[in-house]
């Protein structure tokens, strides 16, 4: 599958939709990966935050995101938005308090107006979890990302980056091959979503260029740290704010 193509004409939301009913068992069998985001979550700076704080989680998928934010910051008023339709469907299933909603849009069609309709204001924060190496404009989508925070407001990305490492580029594939690929072709009938995944993550941004993208996207405050375990310099949380007084 062509990455690029596959974004831009929307093949990667249609498969996660067909994948959606198996989605979660999928991200069971990863060793950490709701404690990872966790630990993204945690990088939020919660104790920063407003008492009653309203963030934003885009990509948030059948919501393992919305859940790892709401463990975090369980005062929080969450917005979770994605373009799967199924992956929707799969998180409005779950339960959850009267503080979280779920809404399809696609982030680079969203503006500060539909944040605050949905949020009671602009956003304290903006979390997207696997979310902006499947955005077709990365930089169009940070920018969308930054302007939906209120100034001095977080963004955080929770996002595979292995172009800066051989070593990490040699495990993720030796794990694509023998695990997430056939355990996807498995569980779905069909492994062209999970092919994507592995190819999209050896062709997206190294640790170093994301943090670059981030910096003129008009982020400040910018920094990286990894996630531990075997995803060790394959997982990593990126971080950066809007500036004060920004308009």
């Given at each position: 599958?062509?990455?690029?193509?596959?974004?831009?004409?929307?093949?990667?939301?249609e498969?996660f939709d067909?994948?959606a009913?198996?989605?979660?068992?999928?991200?069971?069998?990863?060793p950490g990966?709701?404690?990872?985001?966790?630990?993204?979550?945690r990088?939020?700076?919660?104790g920063?935050l407003?008492?009653?704080?309203?963030?934003?989680?885009?990509?948030?998928?059948?919501?393992?995101?919305?859940a790892a934010?709401?463990?975090?910051?369980?005062?929080?008023?969450?917005?979770?938005?994605?373009a799967?339709?199924?992956?929707?469907?799969?998180?409005?299933?779950?339960?959850?308090?009267?503080t979280?909603?779920?809404?399809?849009?696609?982030v680079?069609d969203?503006t500060?107006?539909?944040?605050?309709?949905r949020?009671?204001?602009p956003?304290?924060a903006?979390?997207?979890?696997?979310?902006?190496?499947?955005?077709?404009d990365?930089?169009r989508?940070?920018?969308?990302?930054?302007?939906?925070?209120?100034?001095?407001?977080?963004l955080?990305?929770?996002?595979?980056?292995?172009?800066?490492?051989?070593?990490?580029?040699?495990?993720?594939?030796?794990?694509?091959?023998a695990?997430?690929?056939?355990?996807g072709?498995?569980?779905?009938?069909d492994?062209?979503?999970?092919?994507?995944?592995?190819?999209?993550?050896?062709?997206?941004?190294g640790?170093?260029?994301?943090?670059?993208?981030?910096?003129?996207?008009?982020?400040v405050?910018?920094?990286?740290?990894?996630?531990?375990?075997?995803?060790?310099?394959?997982t990593?949380?990126?971080?950066?704010?809007?500036p004060?007084?920004a308009?």
């Open positions: 599958m062509d990455t690029t193509r596959a974004k831009q004409d929307g093949e990667v939301t498969g067909l994948a009913a198996v989605y979660d068992r999928l991200v069971a069998g990863s990966y709701h404690a990872h985001l966790r630990i993204s979550a990088r939020l700076d919660p920063a407003s008492p009653e704080p309203r963030i934003l989680d885009l990509g948030c998928g059948t919501g393992a995101s919305t934010l709401l463990d975090t910051v369980p005062s929080a008023r969450i917005v979770g938005a994605d799967s339709a199924g992956m929707l469907d799969a998180a409005r299933a779950k339960s959850w308090p009267d979280v909603s779920f809404h399809r849009a696609r680079e969203l500060p107006e539909w944040a605050a309709e949020l009671g204001g956003a304290d903006v979390f997207g979890a696997y979310l902006i190496r499947n955005c077709p990365p930089d989508a940070l920018a969308v990302m930054r302007d939906l925070l209120r100034p001095g407001g977080r955080v990305l929770h996002e595979y980056s292995v172009a800066d490492s051989a070593a990490a580029r040699t495990v993720w594939t030796a794990v694509c091959r695990v997430i690929i056939p355990a072709r498995a569980l779905s009938g492994d062209a979503l999970f092919r994507y995944l592995w190819r999209s993550v050896l062709e997206f941004d640790r170093r260029a994301l943090l670059a993208r981030m910096r003129r996207a008009g982020l405050s910018v920094a990286s740290a990894p996630m531990p375990g075997w995803q060790y310099g394959i990593h949380t990126f971080a950066g704010a809007r004060e007084g308009r």
